[in-house]
């Protein structure tokens, strides 16, 4: 039987009682994979910063809300919270930048520590923090994680993210790379 493939970006969020591959690519973000070893459920988010600005900011693109997603779906494909380890990465530093500046991917990694912690949810294993962007791919049947540090992606993400930070873009009342 081949596993159906899915790819998540900054937002999103997938849980499937099915065998999948869930794939994501992380720079600062974080993913968080969750998995019930007993149904062999599991799911994945992939979110950008710990906390939006209270403005609305119901997104999973925040990880309050993107982890209460990831939780629902995961129990709504079958998996029993009381049973859920979890998996984490990404939050890596792939700017050029002073550490005195805000270090979002400090921030996303503290959050989702101490989120797990207080949610009483085992952390099984983590790849975090470092200088290069991520490849993920995560097996819902299994719990088994593969990760690729991408080395050369490093270049073109240090390049969009400079972009950006001349853009001055805003989301939901809050200003990216500004």
């Known amino acids: 039987m081949t596993n159906a493939a899915v790819t998540i970006y900054s937002g999103g969020v997938h849980a499937a009682l099915q065998p999948t591959v869930i794939k994501t690519l992380l720079g600062s973000c974080i993913a968080v994979c969750l998995y019930d070893p007993v149904r062999a459920v599991g799911g994945?988010?992939?979110f950008l910063l710990p906390r939006g600005n209270g403005d609305g900011d119901d997104t999973a693109r925040f990880g309050v809300q993107a982890m209460d997603r990831l939780i629902g779906a995961t129990m709504?494909?079958?998996g029993d919270r009381r049973r859920f380890v979890a998996k984490v990465f990404g939050g890596a530093n792939v700017l050029d930048v002073k550490?005195?500046?805000?270090?979002?991917?400090q921030r996303n990694i503290?959050?989702?520590n101490t989120?797990?912690?207080?949610?009483?949810?085992p952390v099984l294993s983590k790849d975090?923090?470092?200088r290069y962007p991520r490849h993920l791919r995560f097996h819902t049947e299994t719990g088994r994680a593969f990760v690729k540090r991408v080395r050369r992606l490093r270049q073109r993400l240090l390049a969009d993210e400079r972009d950006a930070a001349t853009s001055?873009?805003?989301y939901g009342g809050v200003t990216l790379f500004e």
């Open 44 to 46: 994945m988010n992939h």
């Open 76 to 78: 709504k494909a079958g």
């Open 99 to 105: 550490i005195s500046v805000v270090n979002v991917a």
């Open 110 to 112: 503290d959050f989702i």
């Open 115 to 121: 989120f797990l912690e207080e949610e009483g949810i």
């Open 128 to 130: 975090v923090g470092g």
């Open 168 to 170: 001055s873009v805003a």
